[in-house]
């Protein structure tokens, strides 16, 4: 939030690391190993530090997936999380839910406040700030299916974050004016139909995505299909970071690398 009054974060990405798998399938080749550095090693904490960032007031979750959770044991050990919020579609997540409270236990605050959600609720961020709850509304185990969905306005702009739905799940949302989209499930081509774009008319999407990454994200057809609407795209994977940076009455949205 502005003036670091609040910080919130929405996912924690994490890489696996295939090597590592390897010499645990296979001990002989554990000379394949080689060291390297984690997401949170490289981009989230040093991100947070360089913002001054000493606490975080909350870290939403939106589902079990390792590329969204993967980071969250290191963040807890880098900085006190007060609250963490996940969905009810985690609530029968047997994977991720003892890691999550392993990661808790050993971290900065294993007295975290846990608040799980569900369609209808709402979060206040601060006095002015305000997340509806979307998504999901029933009991789930963490599946892309299951995924926390947000919307509110932040600072000037109306937010809609869509973790990894597809397509049917997105066309269940209500009619909401959208001004930013965080494009669902990294731009699959299972997600984003033409008919939710044009229903909800995004003037801006956010595309989180690896560059050259094994499955093709983003789809051609969704870019197509933002672009016929006419929103304007930044995507990670060819812009790097994306930031919005916003005071009480103006807003900016800046990328490190131009496209």
């Known amino acids: 939030m502005p003036y670091q009054r609040k910080v919130y974060l929405i996912d924690l990405a994490g890489k696996i690391n ?26 989230i904490i040093p991100a ?21 959770i ?12 007060e609250t963490l919020y996940l969905p009810i579609g985690m609530d029968a997540d047997t994977e991720s839910l003892p890691t999550l ?18 369609s209808g609720d ?14 999901p509304d029933k009991s789930g185990a963490g599946e892309n299916a299951d995924s926390l969905v947000l919307y ?18 997105e066309n269940a949302l209500p009619s909401l004016p959208v001004d930013i989209l965080k494009v669902a499930h990294h731009g699959s081509d299972h997600s984003t139909p033409a008919d939710f774009i044009e229903r909800t008319d995004p003037k801006i999407a956010w595309i ?29 994977d060819t812009m790097g970071a994306v930031h919005y940076i916003y005071w009480p009455k103006s807003a900016k949205i800046d990328s490190v690398q131009s496209n």
Do not use: C
Request: neutral net charge; without cysteine.
């Open 18 to 43: 295939f090597t590592t798998l390897l010499a645990v399938q296979d001990p002989s080749k554990s000379w394949q190993l080689r060291d390297s550095e984690s997401v949170a090693e490289r981009q």
């Open 48 to 68: 947070l530090k360089a913002a001054g960032t000493r606490t975080i007031d909350g870290v939403f979750l939106t589902h079990g997936d390792f590329d969204h």
């Open 70 to 81: 993967g980071s969250f044991g290191e963040i807890a050990k880098a900085f006190k999380i």
């Open 101 to 118: 409270q392993e990661a808790i236990e050993a971290g900065k605050n294993p007295k975290m406040k846990i608040i799980w959600l569900k």
């Open 122 to 135: 709402q979060v206040a961020l601060d006095q002015k700030t305000n997340l509806q709850v979307l998504a």
């Open 152 to 169: 509110g306005k932040i600072g000037l702009h109306d937010f809609l974050f869509t973790g990894d739905i597809d397509g049917a799940a």
């Open 208 to 236: 989180s995505v690896g560059k050259d990454n094994r499955y093709g994200h983003p789809a051609d057809r969704v870019v197509a299909d933002l672009e016929a609407n006419q929103t304007k795209i930044y995507r990670t």
